[in-house]
């Protein structure tokens, strides 16, 4: 650890261009011009037809505490060499602009702005790794963790994942991710203390070892702790690990809530079957057979279909590390800028690739429910000024390939973005985590089944009005004409 500085803030937790924009940006007095960015994903991870949004607690906390302190103004100017005017001017920021974003727990799609930025363009700039390092992390976990939700169904999924975390605030803020997307508990205390997530668990192999007698070791834990859960492969599960917990169970009677056993290594699904059997025979129909062991959505849907008798499932490793994708691509893209005049001008990035061509303009997303079936149709963005409930029939078209389209008619048409800072100040009120999870519930309600299978699933549309589309296809026109005016042709 660098001793000379302490680390009291987050201001430098971004990149160095980012600073170095800034400073572009005051020395030409630029940096008060209003800016609006956009943050969002191209591809959905895990070739899901989903995202579930998980960040913004953490950027509220961000926000809140956003200054560059007298340790990190010493840095810039000791090691980094920035000049006094500009480290004076440092010194002054705090956010004070306008940020708009989806609740935690909105189900995103690709190409929509998960949230947005309209502040003082330095402000706007140094903030944007910070935000996607929060966002990116945060909702490809909770979306990993959805999947692994859905294969499981009903039965409860227990956060395990600490121990392999990609760190500390990886592990708090990922199971956090995890509760919102719907699981049921976790195995860290810490994160029960600061969230209020429910906190679960068994025992590990050490008590079994410990005692170098399961019999003793499973005595002794349900003696003082009488909700208890048996680790049953140490040593060899049908022959000794279950056996002795029934053994136990029955001896301590009750004594004890003999609530289950659990599966760590072995074949899961003839192991549960096998214990099962076991369990029902001494009368134990109520115990639940937990299984754990690098689990993930894939294993748990082929355990269910081999018949497997499990009933809760253990899941660490897979969900908090998101295993088979390490990161979500979201990006954050200038939209708008004040050009010299205090005029608000659309900004556009282009790209050879369709779908990666930037929609410029200040925009608003609407989620369009159809009424007769509470069915979502689609997601349906608009420039600021314009209201898609005002429509009698709305036209929604795929803003690549626009040959396919639809109307809509008897729909709702709800605004997916809210005010949570304005003006510098919070104005957004947090829901609980509990509230979270159940609008994830009541989210996925409104998907039809093939946007939501793991396999494969059906593109769900996420379409421009025809006012953002010309838009975007003038800006487009513009640009080219001005580039070919540059080169002469
Ligand atoms: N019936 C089953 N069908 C599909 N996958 C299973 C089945 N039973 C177990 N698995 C999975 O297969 C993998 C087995 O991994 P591995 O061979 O490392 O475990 P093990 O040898 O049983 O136990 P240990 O963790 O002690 O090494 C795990 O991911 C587990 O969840
Ligand atoms: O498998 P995961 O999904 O990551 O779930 C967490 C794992 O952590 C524990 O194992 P431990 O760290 O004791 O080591 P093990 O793999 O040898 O069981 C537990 O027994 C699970 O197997
Ligand atoms: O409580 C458990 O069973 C547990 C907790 C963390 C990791 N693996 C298992």
Redesign the pocket.
């Known amino acids: 650890m660098n001793q000379k500085y302490m680390d009291d803030s987050f201001a430098l937790h971004t990149d160095l261009y980012q600073i170095n924009m800034a400073e572009t940006y005051w020395e030409d007095n630029m940096h008060n011009r209003r800016a609006v960015f956009e943050l969002y994903f191209r591809k959905l991870p895990f070739g899901n037809g989903f995202a579930v949004f998980a960040g913004l607690e953490k950027i509220i906390e961000f926000i809140k505490g956003y200054r560059f302190t007298e340790s990190d103004i010493e840095y810039l100017r000791n090691a980094l060499g920035y000049s006094d005017e500009f480290l004076e001017y440092l010194k002054t920021i705090r956010f004070t602009g306008k940020i708009r974003a989806m609740k935690e727990g909105e189900l995103v799609f690709g190409n929509e702005a998960i949230l947005q930025v309209d502040a003082p363009l330095a402000e706007g700039q140094l903030v944007e790794t910070a935000f996607l390092n929060i966002v990116n992390y945060q909702t490809l976990i909770a979306t990993k963790a959805a999947r692994i939700k859905r294969a499981a169904g009903e039965q409860t999924v227990m956060e ?2 600490t ?2 975390a990609h760190e500390f605030d990886a592990a708090i803020w990922g199971t956090r991710a995890a509760y919102i997307a719907g699981f049921d508990a976790t195995s860290n205390v810490r994160a029960g203390k600061k969230f209020g997530i429910p906190v679960a668990g068994t025992h ?2 050490s008590l079994v070892q410990a005692y170098r007698d399961e019999y003793k070791a499973f005595h002794k834990y349900a003696r003082r702790h009488k909700d208890c859960t048996f680790l049953v492969d140490t040593y060899d599960t049908l022959k000794s690990g279950v056996p002795t917990a029934i053994k136990v169970a029955k001896e301590l009677g009750k004594d004890i809530n003999f609530k289950g056993i659990r599966l ?1 290594s072995g074949d899961l699904a003839y192991l549960s079957k096998e214990a099962r059997k076991m369990l029902d025979k001494a009368g134990f129909k109520e115990t639940k057979i937990v299984a ?4 993930d959505e894939y294993t748990i849907s082929h355990l269910k279909a081999q018949g497997a008798k499990i009933d809760v499932w ?5 969900v908090i590390t998101a295993f088979d994708q390490p990161a979500l691509g979201a990006v954050f893209k200038l939209v708008k800028i004040e050009d010299d005049s205090g005029e608000l001008i659309d900004t556009v990035k282009i790209s050879a690739n369709p779908e990666k061509v930037s929609t410029p303009g200040l925009k608003k997303i609407y989620r369009i429910i159809n009424l007769t079936n509470q069915r979502s149709e689609g997601d349906y963005i608009t420039l600021e000024d314009e209201n898609p409930q005002e429509e009698e029939k709305l036209k929604m078209f795929h803003p690549v390939h626009t040959f396919i389209s639809k109307f809509v008619t008897n729909f709702e048409a709800r605004e997916l973005h809210h005010d949570i800072f304005v003006d510098g100040e919070l104005v957004y009120e947090l829901p609980t985590i509990q509230e979270m999870q159940q609008y994830v519930k009541d989210n996925l309600k409104l998907l039809w089944d093939e946007y939501k299978r793991d396999m494969n699933p059906e593109e769900y549309p996420v379409d421009l009005s025809q006012k953002c589309w010309d838009n975007k296809m003038k800006q487009l026109q513009e640009v080219k004409e001005k580039l070919a005016a540059k080169l002469g042709r």
Request: aromatic content about 6%; hydrophobic content about 25%.
């Open positions: 395990f994942g121990r392999r590990a192999h760590d754990s062991n690098d689990l253990g899941v660490g490793t897979k």
